[in-house]
């Protein structure tokens, strides 16, 4: 696992992530709306080159094998 960065929600991911996974993360913040997100952050690491990106109540946008981009909600 490789540390890549960190961002505000909001803010502008890093540009070398996919488009499918902006586009995740897009649609992760836009269910926000509404939400005091203040403070909140992304995490971004890479897992065999594939970018996990998780934001800080737990949801989890990650690449598999594939391809395929899932978002993973917290419990």
Do not use: C, F, K, Y
């Amino acid at each position: 696992m490789q540390l890549g960065t960190r961002w505000n929600v909001g803010g502008e991911p890093p540009a070398r992530l996919p488009e499918p996974v902006l586009a995740a993360i897009s649609q992760v913040e836009g269910e926000l709306a509404g939400v005091s997100t203040d403070g909140w952050r992304w995490t971004l690491t890479w897992l065999e080159g594939r970018p996990v990106v998780e934001l800080d109540d737990g949801t989890v946008i990650r690449v598999d094998h594939a391809g395929t981009v899932t978002v993973e909600e917290p419990a």
